[in-house]
Every structure is written in structure tokens, then in C-alpha cells.
């Protein structure tokens, strides 16, 4: 098994000048960007990464929430306060967005700070 640093993205990497390493480390805030990512594209609002598609999902969106919501409940009290303010913004932003979405309305990505929302579920 090959160590960190030798697979053939690190050489991808630093043909396309990434000056940090690939993949990245790994970093909670970092995890949860990944899901809340994957959360806004499936809300319609960015665009898939594959496809270029931008399309509400509702299955995909309620699951990726759902997923935030059960993470938000098992890490209570154990986040810093940057982490948890992240996912905590990050939700309600997101449930009020799929409200939106299930409504027509077409809710739209938070600016920073976020605001408050209700359930996807």
C-alpha cells in the first residue's frame, strides 16, 4: 500500500499548481462542507459537478438535511463553536431553503451568517 503524498493525484496536483496536499487532510469543518455541499447542489441552487445539471432533488436534498440534523444531534456539545455555528447556520438555511423548494418558492444559497429555517422532515 502505497503512503500518503504517492498516489497519482498528488502528481495532478502539483502539475495544476496546488501548493496543498491532495486529497486534503482530513478536518471536521472540511467533512461538513462536503455534505453541506452536496446538500445545496441537490437543492437545485449550484450545480451538479458531473453533469453541470441544477435541478431540486428532493429525495437527495431531504436526505443530505437529514444526515446534517442526525450529525447536529450526536455531536451536541462536543463541536467547537466555529464547527457547530457552521452546521448549525448551514441547516437552518438549508431546511428553510427545501421548504421553499417543495413550495416553488425557489429559496436561494445563504449569504454569510445564514438564517433561521424550519425541518426538511
Given at each position: 500500500?502505497?503512503?500518503?503524498?504517492?498516489?497519482?493525484?498528488?502528481?495532478?496536483?502539483?502539475?495544476?499548481?496546488?501548493?496543498?496536499?491532495?486529497?486534503?487532510?482530513?478536518?471536521?469543518?472540511?467533512f461538513?462542507?462536503?455534505?453541506?455541499?452536496?446538500?445545496?447542489?441537490?437543492?437545485?441552487k449550484?450545480?451538479?459537478?458531473?453533469?453541470?445539471?441544477?435541478?431540486?432533488?428532493?429525495?437527495?436534498?431531504?436526505?443530505?438535511?437529514?444526515?446534517?440534523?442526525?450529525?447536529?444531534?450526536?455531536?451536541?456539545?462536543?463541536?467547537?463553536d466555529?464547527?457547530?455555528?457552521?452546521?448549525?447556520?448551514?441547516?437552518?438555511?438549508?431546511?428553510l431553503?427545501?421548504?421553499?423548494?417543495?413550495?416553488?418558492?425557489?429559496?436561494?444559497?445563504?449569504?454569510?451568517?445564514?438564517?433561521?429555517?424550519?425541518?426538511?422532515?
Amino acid at each position: 500500500m502505497s503512503g500518503a503524498g504517492d498516489g497519482p493525484e498528488d502528481a495532478a496536483g502539483a502539475e495544476h499548481g496546488r501548493e496543498r496536499p491532495y486529497p486534503p487532510p482530513a478536518d471536521f469543518a472540511l467533512f461538513l462542507g462536503s455534505l453541506i455541499g452536496n446538500a445545496w447542489i441537490s437543492l437545485g441552487k449550484f450545480a451538479h459537478p458531473e453533469t453541470g445539471e441544477q435541478r431540486f432533488d428532493e429525495a437527495w436534498a431531504r436526505y443530505y438535511i437529514d444526515l446534517l440534523g442526525l450529525l447536529e444531534e450526536r455531536t451536541e456539545g462536543n463541536l467547537e463553536d466555529q464547527e457547530r455555528r457552521m452546521l448549525e447556520t448551514n441547516l437552518s438555511s438549508l431546511r428553510l431553503t427545501f421548504v421553499e423548494e417543495q413550495r416553488g418558492a425557489g429559496g436561494s444559497p445563504p449569504a454569510e451568517g445564514g438564517e433561521a429555517g424550519q425541518q426538511a422532515t
